[in-house]
């Protein structure tokens, strides 16, 4: 009698220890299965996104093609040409060449200043100076382009006062016109109006900026002679011929295409 | 009467088999449900593994895209694009801030304080400061000018200085004046002796030739001062207005980390950029 009922229950315990196995692989794997249920929830959650995703990425690309227009408004009415005859500078040329047409864009910049303060019928009074390019081709870039301080090359005037002198109405227009300044961006600022009417006078302050097209810029050049025995100089031993160390990056004349070309071209001043 | 005469071992041994029959099936029914167990449970984890992978790459997918139009936004090129349209489009607005904001202002300027200089500068992101000069001719004047700019939008404060008192008022009495007739600041008792009265306001100062006060009557491009007993004050109108200029230079070398332009608190006449 005993002995039947040792083997049932070993027969139970075999069961249990069975039913034990199975259980320790079903639970973690029913688990397992549960957090990947739930995890592919969440990411179902995500990837029914992907619509949302596809219109954020066409809503990007719209808005900055739209921008990328807005901008060439800008560029075609307030930034200068690349034709020095019309008033505008070609950075593309060599460093040498560009010291040379720098005083001749100036001089138009100054006409075009010259012209705007006019604007309204006032007379002026103090007239802003456009202030001279540097003469040297190794700094013309850094110091009246700004670049590369600057991702692209762009001219900053602060023009410092200006005295304009008419009644109420011609200052109001004259300081409202440098909004609508030809080639150029400007900014009025601080105005102040002294006098009596109809010779009151207004006397401000402006800043001009102008984005310079181009899609290709010159290395500096040197402008200082080699000191004796060093590679490069014109003309001497070492490189030899054009081989100066501003000129070599850029391979012979040919210019450097690094920098400003990408930045350039990716805002649209680049032509 | 029935005789067993089997051994009891015969009995015992069937007992044994029914048991090893229950043993047998205990253990089977243990083994296929284990087995059972085993294998539903790697078939969901096969299924739900497949249904994760699958939709993490859904998942991914949707990620890759969103991250792919932040990537368009934040790029460089749009960074500076956005910035250059900033800028060029807050210089241009700045242009008419000045004039709109005298032209708001100018109508509520009292036509009896006759404006000798008109300013406005920026105390920060939110309010500035207009400055007049200008001239008015007496106290009541005086008081009545600040009611009238308090009627300005946005106004919080105002602030005057700088009148002169020129009011005529009633002296004490002296031995030779019983009455205390009304004298300006500066002048003495006038006299109750009729010649004695005479002889003092004889003996006033007054002008005798062109006097050229306050540039009337003369170069017309000169401003126009304060009048004979007018008084040039100087009111300050504190108003939530921002007046910061947009900073072309500071803007375009600062990194790109916003597209809004950078401004500048300095504004006024004589202030750089």
């Known amino acids: 009698m005993k002995s039947r009922l040792v083997i049932i229950l070993l027969g139970v315990f075999l069961m249990i220890i069975a039913l034990s196995y199975?259980?320790?692989?079903?639970?973690?794997?029913?688990?397992?299965?549960?957090?990947?249920?739930?995890?592919?929830?969440?990411?179902?959650l995500e990837g029914d996104k992907l619509s949302q995703s596809q219109k954020r990425v066409d809503l990007?690309?719209?808005?900055?093609?739209?921008?990328?227009?807005?901008?060439?408004?800008?560029?075609?009415?307030?930034?200068?040409?690349?034709?020095?005859?019309?008033?505008g500078i070609n950075i593309g040329e060599n460093a040498w060449q560009l010291v040379v047409d720098t005083p001749k864009y100036r001089d138009s910049v100054q006409k075009e200043v010259n012209d705007q303060i006019k604007k309204g019928g006032v007379k002026v009074l103090q007239g802003p100076f456009v202030t001279n390019p540097p003469q040297?081709?190794?700094?013309?870039?850094?110091?009246?382009?700004?670049?590369?301080?600057?991702?692209?090359?762009?001219v900053i005037f602060d023009l410092g006062q200006i005295q304009v002198q008419g009644n109420w109405n011609q200052i109001m227009t004259n300081v409202k016109s440098w909004a609508t300044m030809p080639r150029y961006l400007a900014v009025a600022d601080g105005l102040r109006i002294d006098g009596?009417?109809?010779?009151?006078?207004?006397?401000y302050n402006v800043s001009i900026v102008g984005y310079i097209r181009g899609n290709q810029i010159y290395v500096p050049v040197p402008e200082s002679a080699a000191p004796s025995g060093g590679g490069g100089?014109?003309?001497?031993?070492?490189?030899?011929?054009?081989?100066?160390?501003?000129?070599?990056?850029?391979?012979?004349?040919g210019p450097s295409k690094g920098g400003i070309g990408p930045q350039m071209q990716g805002i649209g001043v680049g032509k | 009467m029935k005789l067993n005469l089997l051994p009891t071992k015969v009995k015992q041994e069937g007992a044994l088999t029914g048991a090893w029959i229950t043993f047998g099936v205990l253990t089977l029914i243990g083994v296929v449900v284990a087995v059972l167990m085993i294998v539903k449970s790697n078939g969901d984890l096969s299924d739900a593994s497949g249904h994760l992978a699958d939709q993490m790459q859904r998942a991914n997918t949707a990620d890759t895209t969103s991250k792919q139009a932040d990537a368009i936004m934040q790029s460089q090129n749009v960074g500076l694009?956005?910035?250059?349209?900033?800028?060029?489009?807050?210089?241009?607005?700045?242009?008419?801030?000045?004039?709109?904001?005298?032209?708001?202002?100018?109508?509520?300027?009292?036509?009896?304080?006759?404006?000798?200089?008109?300013?406005?500068?920026?105390?920060?992101d939110t309010t500035s400061t207009i400055t007049m000069t200008g001239v008015i001719n007496n106290y009541q004047q005086y008081a009545d000018v600040m009611l009238a700019l308090w009627r300005i939008p946005g106004t919080i404060s105002v602030s005057r200085s700088e009148y002169q008192l020129n009011n005529s008022y009633v002296p004490a009495l002296t031995p030779e004046d019983q009455?205390?007739?009304?004298?300006?600041?500066?002048?003495?008792?006038?006299?109750?002796?009729?010649?004695?009265?005479?002889?003092?306001?004889?003996?006033?100062?007054?002008?005798?030739?062109?006097?050229?006060?306050?540039?009337?009557?003369?170069?017309?491009?000169?401003?126009?001062?304060?009048?004979?007993?007018?008084?040039?004050?100087?009111?300050?109108?504190?108003?939530?207005?921002?007046?910061?200029?947009?900073?072309?230079?500071?803007?375009?070398?600062?990194?790109?980390?916003?597209?809004?332009?950078?401004?500048?608190?300095?504004?006024?006449?004589?202030a750089p950029l």
């Not at chain 1, 081709?137 to 692209?152: Q, R, S």
């Not at chain 2, 375009?252 to 004589?270: D, F, H, N, R, V």
Request: with cysteine.
């Open chain 1, 196 to 203: 009596t009417s109809p010779y009151l006078t207004g006397t």
């Open chain 1, 136 to 154: 040297s081709g190794a700094t013309i870039l850094a110091d009246y382009f700004n670049y590369p301080a600057i991702p692209f090359p762009v």
């Open chain 1, 60 to 87: 990007a690309k719209k808005t900055v093609a739209e921008q990328a227009e807005v901008w060439r408004g800008i560029e075609d009415q307030y930034t200068p040409s690349t034709n020095l005859a019309n008033g």
């Open chain 2, 179 to 270: 009455t205390g007739r009304r004298i300006k600041p500066g002048e003495s008792n006038l006299p109750d002796d009729p010649l004695a009265r005479l002889a003092a306001m004889q003996a006033a100062a007054k002008p005798d030739s062109f006097q050229n006060i306050g540039n009337f009557g003369g170069d017309p491009t000169l401003t126009r001062q304060a009048m004979p007993n007018a008084t040039v004050v100087t009111i300050q109108v504190t108003l939530k207005k921002d007046l910061q200029t947009p900073d072309p230079r500071a803007t375009l070398s600062s990194p790109l980390s916003t597209g809004t332009p950078a401004t500048t608190t300095a504004g006024g006449s004589g």
């Open chain 1, 22 to 44: 199975g259980y320790s692989i079903f639970s973690p794997n029913e688990s397992e299965a549960q957090m990947d249920n739930d995890t592919a929830q969440r990411a179902e």
């Open chain 1, 233 to 253: 100089g014109l003309g001497t031993s070492g490189g030899g011929g054009f081989g100066g160390p501003g000129m070599s990056k850029g391979g012979g004349m």
């Open chain 2, 81 to 124: 694009l956005t910035r250059n349209i900033s800028l060029a489009n807050s210089m241009q607005a700045h242009c008419s801030v000045y004039p709109q904001l005298y032209n708001s202002v100018r109508g509520y300027i009292p036509s009896f304080f006759r404006l000798t200089s008109l300013g406005a500068a920026p105390i920060d």
